[in-house]
């Protein structure tokens, strides 16, 4: 019987086995070749060859991922305040017998589908050898994400307390991938401006993380899983000071020493 007490419901308990979930092998498989390639074997492939022309592919990929994130993000705000599939002041995983419960299931898996989606992006840097744009925050970040996901599968189910916060994700996501694409077509986008805005949009996007799970956390008969809070919390801290150490030493130490930035 799932442990409605904790507000989880545990992936084996679910008669529907997606893709990638129920076994970690898959997903360590994944994390692990993606790090031995951009750490080592993509970095020794391309160290006698030329720089990769991607730009087709590359505004390909950013046009999908805008076509990708925005249905997610439709279909994810239809679920939040259309169907009102949960009480907004406590969110817990629905039970498997509910109506919603395809509906749920789905949009979180094609939310974390989409985290291993996004390794491609280091990909594109080792091809083009890009090698300072993988930095510990680009690779952590992706590390943390796609293995988070199946992680707060497995052992809380689909959806519940992370969802709209991984929803909010989705929206930034939609912003940031418009922001390349724009930046690969336009020039006047390329400006450390725009890149400054968008890395206030990811921070703002942590600190409504934090003040949701604090908020959800206060609430003395929500039996929303504390695991999971914490496990958001811990994570929306961690890339809030990374990030925020990123955007001082991106955007406020060298404003001092010289009057303009120039896109790299």
């Not at 952590?140 to 199946?150: E, F, I």
């Not at 930034?172 to 694409?181: A, D, F, G, L």
């Amino acid at each position: 019987m799932a442990d409605f007490l904790n507000g989880t419901l545990l992936i084996s308990e679910d008669p529907v086995q997606l893709p990638l979930i129920g076994s970690p092998w898959p997903s360590l498989t994944i994390v692990s070749l993606y790090l031995l390639f951009v750490l080592k074997v993509g970095r020794q492939i391309m160290k006698d060859r030329k720089p990769f022309d991607l730009r087709g592919v590359i505004k390909a990929y950013n046009i999908f991922q805008i076509v990708y994130n925005s249905v997610v993000l439709i279909g994810g705000l239809h679920f939040l305040f259309v169907l009102k599939a949960y009480d907004l002041s406590c969110i817990i995983t629905l039970p498997l017998d509910h109506e919603y419960k395809n509906r749920e299931r789905y949009l979180t898996y094609a939310y974390v589908i989409n985290k291993f989606m996004d390794l491609a992006e280091t990909f594109f840097f080792v091809l083009r050898k890009k090698d300072r744009q993988i930095s510990f925050l680009h690779v952590v970040h992706h590390l943390v994400m796609p293995l988070g996901g199946y992680s707060q599968i497995t052992f809380n189910g689909y959806g519940g307390t992370l969802f709209p916060l991984c929803l909010l994700n989705v929206a930034v996501h939609v912003i940031m991938y418009s922001y390349y694409y724009l930046s690969s077509v336009n020039k006047a986008v390329q400006s450390s401006r725009w890149k400054k805005c968008l890395t206030i949009v990811q921070l703002v996007q942590f600190v409504l993380v934090l003040a949701n799970l604090i908020y959800t956390l206060r609430q003395p008969t929500c039996k929303a899983s504390r695991s999971v809070i914490y496990f958001g919390m811990t994570v929306a801290i961690s890339f809030l000071l990374m990030f925020t150490n990123f955007y001082i030493h991106a955007y406020v130490l060298p404003s001092r020493k010289k009057p303009e930035l120039k896109f790299q």
